[in-house]
């Protein structure tokens, strides 16, 4: 019966109206990818925090303030780093486009030869062929973005700079505060707050990892131990380390 439904809604996707509108419409692009890794950076970073302080035997303050300054300052930077590697991302295109203007400028015929190669290298001869490159080179910009995707392998609808940054830090922030909530209430005890922030971590951890799944169409159980173990591992890891440097150098400061 899914299977069935499944071909149904294939078949329909597939009808030739439905195609042209689909093709016709304004792609956007999804910043889906950007959330989550900000989420799970916020929530893994924050928690490590978290977890090496609480090994280090230091206080709720302490716990809270370094938590805090952490969520603003690595949630800033990671979307900073993101802004900056996007933006440069869209600039080499446009570069790259400035540049094949400039080659359709001054040698058009062998920029046609490029576009006359690329698609014989696909199968198409003779008058098709022709034909091809005639359509494709008597629009320039249609020739442009002929020769960034074909030759140079670009792709020219890239995630805009500011809400790709925006979207990684508002996740970051989001979820890395997660961790910190418990220890607000200092009649919890520090212990017992470090408890419940795990079990909060680890529904985020859990949660974070089905949604990826869900959006990548794998596995959402296996998606979400993943990213539960990715998080419990480097909680583990900073607990000890702050554990040891407490026993080892404690009674140094």
Do not use: C
Not at 228 to 233: A, P
Request: proline share 2%.
């Amino acid at each position: 019966m899914n299977n069935q439904r499944e071909t149904k809604k294939l078949e329909h996707e597939h009808r030739r109206e439905v195609i042209r509108d689909r093709l016709q419409k304004e792609k956007g692009h999804s910043y889906l990818g950007d959330a989550v890794l900000g989420g799970i950076d916020g929530g893994v970073t924050t928690f490590a925090v978290v977890a090496g302080a609480i090994g280090g035997g230091f206080s709720n303050l302490v716990i809270i303030v370094l938590g805090f300054a952490n969520v603003l300052a690595d949630g800033f930077s990671m979307a900073v780093s993101n802004y900056l590697g996007t933006k440069s991302r869209r600039e080499h295109v446009e570069k790259a486009r400035i540049a094949e203007e400039e080659h359709i400028k001054k040698i058009p015929e062998g920029e046609r030869e490029e576009i006359r190669q690329i698609f014989l290298q696909k199968g198409f001869e003779g008058d098709i062929l022709e034909k091809i490159v005639t359509i494709i080179t008597e629009d320039q910009k249609r020739w442009v973005d002929t020769m960034l995707t074909e030759e140079l392998g670009l792709q020219l609808d890239g995630p805009h700079p500011l809400r790709a940054a925006l979207s990684t830090f508002i996740a970051f922030l989001t979820i890395g505060i997660l961790p910190l909530l418990p220890f607000i209430f200092p009649q919890l005890g520090k212990h017992h707050a470090f408890l419940i922030s795990s079990i909060i971590v680890g529904i985020t951890f859990s949660g974070i990892g089905i949604v990826k799944g869900l959006v990548l169409k794998k596995s959402m159980i296996r998606s979400g131990l993943e990213t539960l173990l990715t998080g419990g591992g480097a909680a583990i890891l900073s607990y000890y380390v702050g554990y040891w440097i407490q026993a080892t150098f404690g009674t140094m400061f």
